[in-house]
C-alpha cells in the first residue's frame, strides 16, 4: 500500500471508524482517566441527546450514529452543583500489566544454528530490548494488539532496535492474515490554520515518509519534507520524496495480536485481522466494579463518627470567623454546670457487604479475561508452597499465556530477521539473516532448586537421564562450552573420589 495522493480524502480513513471508537473506549479503561471515561460513556443524558432517546440507546446496531451506552456508572451525569465521587480502580492496566509479565518477565532465547548469526543475535538482547518487548506487552493486551518497527539512529546507537507503536493510528494492509504493509501517522501540528501529518509506510524492501498539509477531518496535500522543521532531517537522508529502500525481503513492522478472534469486528471487513484485548466485553462488569468502589468511599464518607459539643465549648475565631472546639484539650473550665454533654454519632458501616460485592466482580473480571485469581496474589499462597503447587493454582493464566505465546513467537521471528538484516545493510555488521531463528519462551514458574534436586535424583536412581542432561537442566541457560566444562569438572571429582585401585597379585608360575 502507498502512500496517499493527498487532497481532500477524509482522514482517519471512514472505514476505521468502528474501530477507532472501540480503542478509544478500552483505552480510557486502561489509562484509568475519569475524564477519558466520562468522555467515552457521558453522552447518555446529556444536554444535546434527549433522555428518552437514551433509554433505548443499547438496543441500537453497533456502528450506528448516535449513543451506543446508556444506563452505566461513568455515564450518568453530574447533578448540577456537586463535586464528582466517582472512583476508578485500575483493573484494567492491573490485567495488562499481569499479561506482560507473564510473558517476559524474563527475556526470551533466541538462537539460531549459524554462529556468526547466534553472535550476532546475542548483541540484540539487551536490557533495551527486554524493555521494549515488555511495554509492548502490555499495549497489546490492553488494546487487542501492538505493533513493533524497526528503527534506527546511527547518533545514538550502533545498532537498530524495537519501537513499539499502539494500534489507534496505524493503517494495515494484508493479505489473507498476513501483514504485507502499514501505514503509521503522526500529528506534528493542529491550530486553526491548518493540520500537519507526517505518514510513514512500512513495505517488503521500503520505508517511505509524506508530509502532509490538511484539516483535522482531511488529509490536505502532500507538500515537501523540507517544508516543516520536523522532517527536515528526513529530506536531507531521504530526499523530499522520502523513500529508503532496505534491500531486505523482510517487513520492517509486524503487528502482534492479543488473542484471536476479536468478537466486536465481526463483519468489519478492515478489522477481521485484529486482536481482541484482555478485557474485552468486560466492560461492564468493570462499570460496576467502579460503581460499589465509590459506594463504598460513599459510606465511610457520610457514616463517619460525628462529635455534637455545646456551644460553650466553642473557641471563637473573632467576628465572622467562626467557631472551633480543640479536641486534645484534656480540661475545660466553665462547662461543669451547663446541662449539654458531648455526644458522638456513630454508625454501622456495611463494609463487608461491599468488600464481598467487589471480590466476587474481581473474581469474575479476571476469570473472564482468562487469568486465575492466584495470579493477582489472592487466596492463600503460602510460603511453603512448591512450584508446581503455584503452577497449578494459576494454570488458567498459564494457559492464556501459552495461547499469546503462539502469535508473539512467528511475529518475533520475523522482526529478528528484519533487526538482522538492517544490522547488515546499514551497520555493516556480519550476519546471516537468511538462517532461521528460534524463540524460545522461558518457563513462568521457574522450579525450585530443592523441587529441582528431588526430581534429578528420581531420575538419576530410574538411570533415565544422562549426566549431560543433568548440567543441562539445572543450567538451562549455559553455553555448550559451559556444559562441557560442567561434566568434565564432574567427571574429575567423581574419578578423584574412587579409591586407589590395588595391583593385580602375580599369576601362579605354571609347572614345568
Known amino acids: 500500500m502507498p502512500l496517499p495522493v493527498g487532497g481532500e480524502m477524509p482522514w482517519p480513513p471512514p472505514e476505521l471508524d468502528p474501530v477507532a471508537r472501540k480503542l478509544t473506549e478500552w483505552n480510557a479503561w486502561y ?31 453497533y456502528g450506528s450514529p448516535g449513543p451506543t451506552v446508556a444506563r452505566t456508572f461513568w455515564g450518568s451525569p453530574l447533578e448540577p452543583g456537586t463535586l464528582r465521587t466517582k472512583l476508578h480502580a485500575p483493573v484494567a492496566a492491573d490485567i495488562a500489566e499481569l499479561s506482560a509479565n507473564l510473558l517476559f518477565g524474563e527475556m526470551p532465547k533466541f538462537t539460531s544454528v549459524d554462529s556468526a548469526t547466534q553472535k550476532e543475535l546475542d548483541a540484540f538482547q539487551t536490557d533495551g530490548m527486554h524493555a521494549s518487548l515488555r511495554q509492548a506487552a502490555e499495549l497489546c493486551a490492553a488494546l487487542g494488539g501492538v505493533y513493533l518497527k524497526v528503527v534506527w539512529d546511527h547518533t545514538l546507537s550502533d545498532r537498530p532496535w524495537l519501537y513499539p507503536e499502539p494500534p489507534e493510528q496505524a493503517i494495515p494492509t494484508w493479505s489473507w492474515d498476513r501483514l504485507t504493509g502499514v501505514t503509521f501517522w503522526t500529528t506534528l501540528l493542529q491550530n486553526e490554520d491548518a493540520t500537519i501529518r507526517l505518514l510513514e509506510c512500512h513495505e517488503i524492501g521500503s520505508i517511505s515518509y509524506g508530509l502532509y498539509q490538511g484539516s483535522p477531518t482531511e488529509l490536505g496535500d502532500r507538500i515537501p519534507l523540507s517544508a516543516f522543521s520536523d522532517t527536515a532531517h528526513l529530506a536531507e537522508l531521504y530526499g523530499d520524496e522520502g523513500v529508503l529502500p532496505t534491500n531486505i525481503p523482510w517487513l520492517t513492522a509486524a503487528y502482534v495480536p492479543n488473542v484471536k478472534p476479536n468478537r466486536c469486528w465481526k463483519g468489519i471487513r478492515c478489522a477481521v485481522n485484529l486482536g481482541r484485548p484482555d478485557i474485552a466485553g468486560l466492560e461492564p462488569l468493570m462499570d460496576s466494579y467502579d460503581e460499589w468502589h465509590t459506594s463504598l468511599q460513599r459510606e465511610l464518607r457520610l457514616k463517619k463518627p460525628r462529635i455534637h459539643v455545646p456551644q460553650a465549648m466553642l473557641e471563637s475565631d473573632g467576628p465572622g470567623q467562626g467557631a472551633r472546639v480543640n479536641l486534645d484539650r484534656e480540661v475545660y473550665v466553665g462547662v461543669m454546670g451547663l446541662e449539654a454533654s458531648i455526644e458522638v454519632d456513630e454508625f454501622t458501616l456495611a463494609v463487608d457487604e461491599h468488600l464481598t460485592a467487589l471480590s466476587a466482580l474481581f473474581e469474575d473480571i479476571v476469570r473472564s479475561a482468562g487469568y486465575s485469581v492466584q495470579s493477582f496474589g489472592i487466596k492463600g499462597e503460602g510460603p511453603d508452597q512448591t512450584a508446581y503447587e503455584t503452577q497449578a493454582r494459576k494454570e488458567q493464566s498459564l494457559n492464556t499465556r501459552d495461547q499469546k505465546i503462539l502469535y508473539w513467537r512467528p511475529a518475533l521471528q520475523g522482526l529478528f530477521q528484519a533487526l538482522l538484516g538492517i544490522d547488515r545493510e546499514v551497520f555493516g555488521h556480519a550476519s546471516a539473516p537468511e538462517t532461521g531463528i528460534d524463540v524460545a519462551f522461558p518457563d513462568a514458574v521457574q522450579p525450585s532448586l530443592k523441587d529441582l534436586a ?11 537421564m544422562s ?46
Do not use: M, N
Not at 528431588?454 to 533415565?464: D, F, G, H, P, Q
Not at 543450567?475 to 578423584?496: G, L, R, S
Open 31 to 61: 489509562s484509568g482517566d475519569p475524564d477519558a471515561l466520562t468522555s467515552v460513556y457521558g453522552t447518555a443524558g446529556s444536554a444535546t441527546v434527549p433522555k428518552a432517546q437514551t433509554f433505548f440507546s443499547s438496543d441500537k446496531p
Open 467 to 512: 549426566l549431560r542432561l543433568r548440567v543441562q537442566t539445572l543450567h538451562p541457560t549455559w553455553t555448550k562450552k559451559q556444559v562441557d566444562e560442567e561434566i568434565a569438572a564432574i567427571q574429575a571429582e567423581e574419578q578423584a573420589s574412587l579409591p586407589a585401585a590395588r595391583p593385580a597379585p602375580p599369576e601362579p608360575a605354571l609347572p614345568q
Open 454 to 464: 528431588e526430581t534429578l535424583t528420581v531420575l538419576v536412581s530410574a538411570k533415565a
